[in-house]
């Protein structure tokens, strides 16, 4: 019988703070900008400088934690991380070795619509490194690198999950829920093609049954939730197959090949991480007092979950609507500021979820922007109108078409277009009564019990209308006139 | 006594080149300087919390400010190799 094995995975998330300055300094954090344009002589790390904590990436750090359900520590320091690596100026990063900012939390996900909790081990905050760009094809070929510092000393979490992700799905929703907590508290953008959200993988896999972890590897460039699910898909199928082939797994770091859709091994020079942490002299210890912990608990937003909590039992709304739409923080707010304009809280999920995401997919245009041309009013005004009866979900889709390109509230569009959904009996009768006349055959079958041939005869009568009839009218007014 | 190879683990992480000769007078000196150390060894700390700071101070923090950078050229201006805006590096492995 073949041997069923189990996939353990734990993650590293790393993501960027939202702070106007460094974690140590004062330049600036944006993104962008020429080479080697936001440093200065503390980043750099040039002798004789004093970094300073940044008051703002603690409070961040802090927040974070507690979204994520840690112990905040009440004594926090940081350490020196020592290695030579051309994207650290000082050849050592300031981080948090042994007294991180927060520890023992949690998050849940829904797998298969079963909740799952995942424990995070700890978040410590970090400065991140700067940029390299390789000369040539590959870094192995590559005769020099080009340096930009940049990004050095911008404020990062770290983020360590337990090792009890079970599948490259489990880790995806992982990923996914976590930039949701990080957007909702407001501490980063988590742009991962901007890199202000990365994420690591550790991945073994062991025979169902057997105690100790199996060997594990480190996988790196992921990019993508996807690249994410598919590189950890990848390498649980190729450490089976090692094992499979009675070989051994090597412990080592992988880096996922988005083109190719494989993992492929780092291993330059056989050298074992040696860090020799230690406190860093420069920087003062940080006592958190519980009331600066409540202070900032007392700043936390509802939380995705809370959310979605409240979708399903104050509107009514399926876990699947409420998990998408609360997903993304910017879409959530969206839909909320549209409930304030409708009742109709299901008809309005499935425009958001439907028409509106695939309107933002398109045009890559962010429902929060001040350019965005359907403010949530003028959707929810859309999804009354079709209510009220006024018209038809046919041509909704039609006036939706004319709200991004004009940026009109739907009554406008309507009215300008005189696309106004006829109700009125009379009106529609002397078409249906056209439509009759015009099609003996179908009356026949109708009449003959071929319940199906009505469709056909809407169909006439609505395209005679130009869409407009209202379809229930329509209908009702057939069968009574068929009789 | 160090061993050679634990002189030179520490000299690749140091990032020096070591002759024969030096990693045996390293070997020596840095042995001599751990047995100094060694008398730290004798003091009681079980109750002595460790220490994060040779001063007793706590929360120096600075508000999220952005000031004046650094003009490129002046931060390039000691750079052993440079191109355009960054600097230049050997290749790294």
Redesign the interface.
């Known amino acids: 019988m073949a041997i069923q094995y189990e996939i353990v995975i734990g993650l590293e998330v790393h993501s960027e703070l939202k702070?106007?300055?460094k974690i140590f300094c004062?330049?600036?954090t944006e993104f962008g900008g020429?080479?080697?344009?936001?440093?200065?002589?503390v980043c750099?790390g040039l002798p004789g400088v004093l970094p300073?904590?940044?008051?703002?990436?603690?409070e961040f750090g802090i927040k974070a934690g507690l979204a994520l359900n840690c112990t905040i520590a009440e004594?926090s320091?940081f350490d020196r991380k020592?290695y030579?690596?051309?994207d650290l100026p000082k050849n050592y990063q300031i981080s948090q070795y042994d007294?991180p900012i927060a520890e023992h939390g949690y998050l849940d996900i829904t797998v298969d619509g079963q909740q799952k909790r995942i424990g995070i081990t700890r978040v410590h905050m970090e400065e991140d490194a700067g940029k390299?760009?390789?000369e040539g094809e590959t870094?192995?070929t590559?005769?020099?690198?080009?340096?930009?510092?940049n990004r050095t000393g911008v404020p990062l979490v770290e983020i360590v999950s337990e090792p009890e992700i079970s599948s490259p799905e489990e880790a995806r929703l992982y990923l996914e829920k976590m930039k949701a907590i990080l957007q909702y508290t407001d501490v980063s953008d988590c742009k991962m093609e901007e890199g202000s959200l990365r994420c690591d993988a550790n991945i073994s896999v062991r025979p169902v049954g057997q105690k100790e972890f199996g060997t594990r590897t480190e996988l790196k460039n992921m990019n993508s939730f996807r690249a994410l699910q598919k590189a950890l898909e990848y390498e649980a199928e190729r450490q089976i197959e090692v094992l499979e082939d009675g070989g051994r797994v090597i412990q080592e770091t992988r880096t996922w090949d988005e083109a190719r859709g494989i993992t492929l091994s780092m291993r330059?020079?056989e050298?074992a991480h040696?860090y020799?942490y230690f406190?860093d002299?420069d920087l003062?210890?940080?006592?958190i007092s519980q009331q600066w912990i409540e202070e900032i608990r007392q700043t936390l937003p509802e939380l995705p979950d809370a959310r979605k909590e409240r979708y399903v039992t104050d509107y009514a709304l399926p876990v699947y609507d409420a998990e998408v739409i609360t997903g993304s923080k910017e879409l959530s707010d969206y839909f909320d500021e549209g409930l304030k304009h409708t009742a109709n809280a299901k008809a309005l999920s499935n425009w958001v979820m439907g028409e509106l995401l695939k309107y933002i997919n398109t045009s890559g245009l962010s429902v929060a922007g001040v350019d965005f041309p359907i403010p949530p009013a003028n959707l929810a005004e859309l999804v009354e109108l079709i209510d009220r009866g006024d018209i038809s979900g046919k041509i909704a889709k039609d006036v939706f078409a004319d709200m991004q390109e004009k940026g009109e509230r739907p009554s406008v569009i309507i009215e300008a277009r005189g696309l106004k959904q006829i109700s009125d009996e009379g009106a529609i009768a002397a078409v249906v009564n056209e439509v009759i006349a015009k099609n003996p055959q179908s009356v026949e079958d109708f009449r003959n019990g071929k319940d199906k041939a009505i469709g056909f005869l809407v169909g006439q009568v609505m395209k005679a209308t130009k869409g407009q009839a209202n379809p229930g009218v329509v209908n009702q007014l057939l069968r009574d006139k068929m009789k | 006594m160090l061993t050679k190879e634990q002189v030179e683990?520490v000299a690749?992480?140091g990032?020096l080149e070591l002759s024969d000769a030096e990693k045996e007078t390293y070997a020596t000196q840095l042995s001599d300087i751990l047995e100094y150390f060694e008398a730290l060894n004798k003091i009681d700390t079980e109750n002595i919390p460790p220490?994060?700071?040779?001063?007793p101070?706590?929360?120096?923090?600075?508000?999220?400010?952005?000031?004046?950078?650094?003009d490129?050229e002046m931060?390039?201006a000691n750079a052993p190799?440079k191109?355009?805006?960054?600097?230049?590096?050997?290749?790294?492995?």
């Open positions: 702070t106007a300055s004062c330049s600036s020429d080479p080697n344009t936001h440093i200065c002589p750099l300073v904590t940044n008051k703002k990436v603690v004594f320091k020592n030579y690596y051309p007294l390299l760009v390789h870094m192995a590559s005769r020099y690198s080009l340096v930009d510092y330059s020079k050298e040696d020799r406190p002299p003062v210890p940080m006592v | 683990h690749l992480l990032r220490t994060a700071h040779v001063l101070i706590k929360n120096v923090f600075r508000e999220d400010k952005v000031s004046e950078h650094l490129n931060a390039l190799a191109e355009g805006n960054s600097f230049k590096v050997p290749r790294i492995i």
